[in-house]
């Protein structure tokens, strides 16, 4: 139990392109939904909260317009990368917590390079 | 504001010894305690939690860690490495209070198993 999916796994882009990672829950419903982003060798940084149906609230740092943040169904949120530049190259991570427990459960991650 | 110290970014055992990871945290409030373990390129995988009741936590794949409230620690062990563990182990926190959810992690400890 408790799977949560995402796709694409990697994603290869041109510069100036936008991209959307889906985040799914398989066999429960999220409420809450988080996207985290990791560089080599680094720890995860939380980007931002998802909560299904309103809007997502961002880390200090992180710019809402560059990434947009949709959680329109209880099992589905989606991350776009607006306008992409190398320097958004990582691994996208999202979560996803069971009601108001205090587990998350992992994606598998998407690695996208923008060239 | 909460923070997660993982004492040593590398941990080399050899196969057959005992694996210690190391966890201290602050919080004016013990917060929720989890390990996660994550292979390369891939998400984060639950190993144990902490939330309440029993100190000694028991997670999968033969890993056990402690809270200890004198010592703000959380520290990860398995008496007897095998070459599968080697992998990188996030320790992290989320706040008791408010119900964000929010997870806040540690840098990371590189565990490698040495034949």
């Known amino acids: 139990g408790a799977v949560v999916s995402q796709h694409p796994s990697w994603v290869i882009c041109k510069s100036g392109t936008s991209v959307k990672i889906e985040c799914r829950s398989l066999?429960?419903?999220?409420?809450?939904m988080f996207w985290y982003r990791q560089f080599p060798k680094q720890s995860l940084m939380l980007m931002a909260t998802s909560n299904e149906g309103s809007k997502a609230t961002y880390e200090q740092g992180v710019e809402k317009d560059k990434f947009l943040i949709n959680h329109a169904s209880l099992t589905l949120s989606t991350l776009t990368v607006t306008s992409a530049h190398p320097e958004d190259s990582s691994f996208y991570i999202c979560?996803?917590?069971?009601?108001?427990?205090?587990?998350?459960?992992f994606g598998p991650g998407t690695r996208l390079l923008v060239l | 504001a909460q923070s997660v110290t993982q004492l040593g970014s590398h941990v080399s055992v050899s196969e057959g010894a005992l694996v210690l990871l190391r966890c201290n945290y602050s919080?004016?409030?013990?917060?929720?305690l989890f390990w996660y373990v994550q292979y390369p390129n891939q998400g984060l995988q639950l190993l144990l939690k902490y939330t309440t009741g029993a100190t000694l936590v028991k997670g999968i794949n033969g890993f056990e860690a402690e809270f200890k409230k004198s010592e703000t620690s959380f520290h990860l062990t398995k008496p007897s490495a095998h070459m599968s563990d080697a992998a990188e182990y996030f320790c992290a926190v989320s706040a008791r209070s408010g119900n964000t959810g929010k997870l806040i992690f540690g840098q990371g400890t590189t565990l490698q198993v040495k034949p």
């Open positions: 979560s996803a917590r069971v009601g108001t427990g205090a587990t998350q459960y």
């Open positions: 919080s004016s409030v013990p917060p929720y």
């Open positions: 066999d429960f419903q999220a409420t809450t």
